[in-house]
């Protein structure tokens, strides 16, 4: 008995159209066979999780790029956004150095992570498959910069890096 044809691999020569709720499509290859795609854990969630493909214990203090076997192909206009997972962050330190990491459109290598453990005494044990962080898509503008010699001015004006004060300033 004969096998159905396969569905043709999808491309950027087609439109692609959502499936289930999907606002957009990612096209996603995988380095390394093992690596899971990316998975929103609830309906409605922002992040998608991203998992290392690579065992790696980082001491107190250390930082680390690692490896999620995965590239993407993101929608032009779109980009992705690599933020900390917020239990790793509470239970043991574990932050992300460029948080958010950007991913632009037209980038095509592997999605990597650059780690850091920001515990001062516990080293932080990572096994191939762990989750280590969230992928957010986001649609993103490209702006044309202009030079002028004068910017118009507003209430806050030049105030920045804590010109607001803390919260008894807001209550005063």
Known sequence: MTQPPSPPEPSFREPLEPRSGASCRVLVRRLDP??????YAHAGDAGADLATMEDAVLAPGERRLVGTGLALALPVGQAGFIHPRSGLAARCGLAIVNAPGTVDAGYRGEIKVCLLNTDRIQPIELRRGDLIAQLVI???EQAEFLETSDLEETERGSGGYGSTGGVAAWQG
């Open 34 to 39: 093992a690596a899971p795609l990316p998975r």
């Open 138 to 140: 986001q649609k993103v």
